[in-house]
């Protein structure tokens, strides 16, 4: 039994994984750059999150 895939949604599964690898590519770049790199990174993007995720926000807002 094999799937056949139409090229129209490979094509829109490309683009999805393109643009979720863009908007990760500068928390890599500072991870793989910086001393403590993964702790900047991941709180960087918790920082840039935190409107979306308001359980998120009340705990940086406390540790901050």
């Known amino acids: 039994m094999t799937t056949r895939i139409s ?4 094509q829109a599964w490309a683009a999805a994984v393109f643009a979720t690898l863009k908007g990760l590519a500068p928390y890599a770049a500072i991870e793989l750059l910086l001393p403590g790199g993964s702790l900047v990174a991941l709180t960087l993007w918790f920082y840039r999150r935190r409107k979306k995720v308001p359980a998120l926000a009340r705990s940086l807002n406390a540790l901050l």
């Open 7 to 10: 090229i129209p949604t490979l």
